[in-house]
Nanobody, 119 residues
Framework: VQLQASGGGLVQAGGSLRLSCAAS????????MGWYRQAPGKQREMVAR???????NYADSVEGRFTISRANAKNTVYLQMNSLKPEDTAVYFC??????????????WGQGTQVTVSS
């Protein structure tokens, strides 16, 4: 199983970016997919999460500004980030939780994509 993330970049404060994450491989099901971020010197934190049932969770700091959604191909999720702030600057990681494969259930992480918001 591989997670391919894309869409990061440099944007001015107030701007928007959209991150994409596609899971590929021999996947029977995925319980949830989400985005986490890690800023320099800080712990990795959950940003947004979308379950297979369609439930969403957001960090308080991004509520109302970020939206997580799923493509018709259900193993692909997007993170639309609007009204970006300098404090959103971090490496963003895609996560697939409780992925059912022929070998069992595992969690997977993407390679990370840098988001930099300039003031």
């Amino acid at each position: 199983v591989q997670l391919q993330a894309s869409g990061g970049g440099l944007v001015q404060a107030g701007g928007s970016l959209r991150l994409s994450c596609a899971a590929s491989g021999s996947i029977f099901s995925i319980s949830a997919m989400g985005w986490y971020r890690q800023a320099p010197g800080k712990q990795r934190e959950m940003v947004a999460r979308l379950t297979s049932a369609g439930s969403t969770n957001y960090a308080d700091s991004v509520e109302g500004r970020f939206t997580i959604s799923r493509a018709n191909a259900k193993n692909t999720v997007y993170l639309q980030m609007n009204s970006l702030k300098p404090e959103d600057t971090a490496v963003y990681f895609c996560n697939a939780n409780n992925v059912a494969t022929i070998k069992g259930r595992y969690d997977y992480w993407g390679q990370g994509t840098q988001v930099t918001v300039s003031s």
